[in-house]
């Protein structure tokens, strides 16, 4: 039997197991469905909004990371995020009591930086693993005439991405590899630049995603996470039932990002992303939301395939260390 290669599961194969196990659940106005960043709950006033996240290619920051990635996944369905519930999974031999506190004080400080109740979760230390990981479940709500969807998107729509990419891709990368890299010829400078990343500009969607939905009327969103910014806006695609003419020169790679993967030789394009937003909405509105964000805009006319990524770039780092 052939094993399957580190990463998510592949789309195809996800959502054939998805569609053999149907929901029977009135209540779930969205359930597990690739490209979909959320569950969606009616609460009867308002949508409770639940998602599910783990880290586990970061070690450094890891509370933090956790709290931020699953954060994403509840701003781009309109929602405000409100509790966490965090499974610390942590390595034999290499974990003390501090190290636990110090993981718990970084939990709460991210907490409090966003306005989130760390509600419950779980701890332990297993066996097997060489590094820690942090699966996070994270809750939020949303007025029911605020929801967005990624499959939401809808024909002549504008495509927006917000920051660049791979953001935390080249994070990561910067903060696992500095070694390889500088032996590589890539400069201090870049790989100093890289790992500050994830707080500038940030790993957050947050504010963004708060001030496109207060300036326009969003009709999609999406966070590109594992298999890069081409997974996400196939997903996006999917989700909606539509297809996707992207510019890919106008596609923003920060050029640290661009020369850590091509260190490795990664395609920026199919490397981890959260950090950015995509998003869709009308051209009229898409112009006033480009502004308030500035940040660059992606559609255009080129007609191309864009790369499918099987699994996600970053994977290739972490396969043999």
């Not at 709290?67 to 405000?80: K, S």
């Not at 504008?158 to 953001?167: D, E, Q, S, Y």
Request: charged share 20%; glycine share 10%; aromatic share 4%.
């Amino acid at each position: 039997m052939q094993s399957l290669p580190i990463g998510k599961l592949r789309a195809d194969a996800l959502q054939a197991i998805f569609d053999k196990h149907q929901l029977k659940d009135p209540r779930v106005v969205v359930g597990p469905r690739v490209g979909e960043d959320a569950a969606v709950i009616d609460m009867g006033d308002r949508y409770l909004v639940a998602t599910s996240d783990p880290i586990t290619f970061a070690t450094a920051d890891i509370g933090w990371y956790a709290l931020n990635v699953n954060v994403n996944d509840i701003a781009v369905r309109g929602a405000r995020p409100r509790w966490f519930l965090a499974t610390l999974l942590l390595p034999p031999g290499g974990t003390s009591h501090a190290s636990v506190e110090a993981l718990f004080a970084d939990l709460h400080a991210a907490c409090d930086e966003l306005g989130v109740a760390l509600v419950g979760g779980h701890t332990e230390i297993t066996h097997g693993l060489d590094r820690p990981i942090v699966a996070g479940t994270m809750l939020g709500e949303v007025d029911k005439d605020k929801l967005v969807t990624t499959g939401g998107a809808r024909v002549g729509d504008a495509v927006v991405m917000t920051k660049g990419v791979p953001l935390e891709g080249a994070a990561i990368i910067a903060r696992e590899k500095e070694a390889e890299l500088r032996a590589r010829g890539v400069s201090p400078a870049a790989i100093r630049k890289a790992k500050g990343f994830l707080r500038n500009p940030g790993l957050s969607v947050l504010p963004e995603a708060e001030i496109a939905c207060e300036l326009a009327t969003v009709h999609a969103m999406h966070d590109p996470t594992e298999g890069g910014i081409a997974t996400a806006l196939v997903e996006l695609a999917v989700a909606a039932g539509v297809g996707l003419r992207i510019d890919r020169e106008r596609i923003m790679v920060l050029p640290e990002g661009r020369a850590l993967c091509e260190a490795f030789g990664l395609d920026p394009l199919g490397t981890i992303a959260s950090g950015a937003l995509l998003m869709t909405l009308s051209p009229a509105d898409a112009g006033a939301v480009i502004h308030a964000l500035a940040r660059e805009s992606m559609s255009g006319s080129r007609q191309e395939p864009m790369p499918v990524f099987a699994q996600d770039e970053i994977s290739r780092l972490f396969q043999s260390a």
